[in-house]
C-alpha cells in the first residue's frame, strides 16, 4: 500500500505564503478547499479503520470454516470407508445367497438326492465295517 504524504493535521496547518507580485489565491477560498479535503481524509480514515477491522473478523471466520472443512472431509472419508466395507461384505453376502438359491432351483433334486445317496452309502460302510469286525 502507498504511503499517505498527509494527516488531517497537516492539511489544518498547513501555511501557504502570500504572492506579493500578481494575483494570488483567497486565503478563505484555499482553507475552505482545505477543509473539504480534511473531511475526506477524515471520512477514508474511519472507512479504512472499520474495513480492516472487518477483515480480521472475516479472516478470523475463513480460518474457523476451513479447520470444520477439513475436519468433516476426515470424518467423511473414516465414513465413506467403514460403509464401503460394510456394503462390500453386504454384497458378497448376498451374493452368496443368491448362489444357493440358483444352485438349490437349478440341481435341487439332483442335490437332494445324491445328499441322501451319499448319507444312505456313508451310514451302509460304516455298518458293512462293523459287521465285518472292526469293532473286535
Known amino acids: 500500500m502507498q504511503e499517505i504524504n498527509f494527516t488531517t493535521q497537516d492539511i489544518l496547518q498547513k501555511e501557504f505564503k502570500e504572492k506579493r507580485m500578481g494575483t494570488a489565491y483567497d486565503p478563505t477560498d ?17 472507512e479504512i479503520s ?12 475463513v480460518d474457523d470454516l476451513t479447520r470444520q472443512v477439513s475436519a468433516r472431509q476426515s470424518v467423511q472419508s473414516n465414513t465413506e470407508t467403514s460403509t464401503s466395507q460394510a456394503n462390500n461384505s453386504v454384497t458378497n453376502m448376498d451374493i452368496l ?4 438359491n440358483l444352485e438349490r432351483h437349478v440341481f435341487g433334486s439332483q442335490l437332494d438326492s445324491g445328499n441322501s445317496a451319499n448319507n444312505q452309502q456313508g451310514q451302509d460302510t460304516f455298518n458293512t465295517g462293523s459287521q465285518s469286525g472292526w469293532n473286535d
Not at 50 to 61: D, I, M, P, T
Open 97 to 100: 445367497k443368491r448362489l444357493s
Open 30 to 46: 484555499v482553507d475552505s478547499f482545505l477543509d473539504l479535503v480534511i473531511k475526506d481524509y477524515e471520512t477514508f480514515n474511519r
Open 50 to 61: 472499520q474495513l480492516r477491522a472487518e477483515n480480521e473478523q472475516l479472516s478470523g471466520k
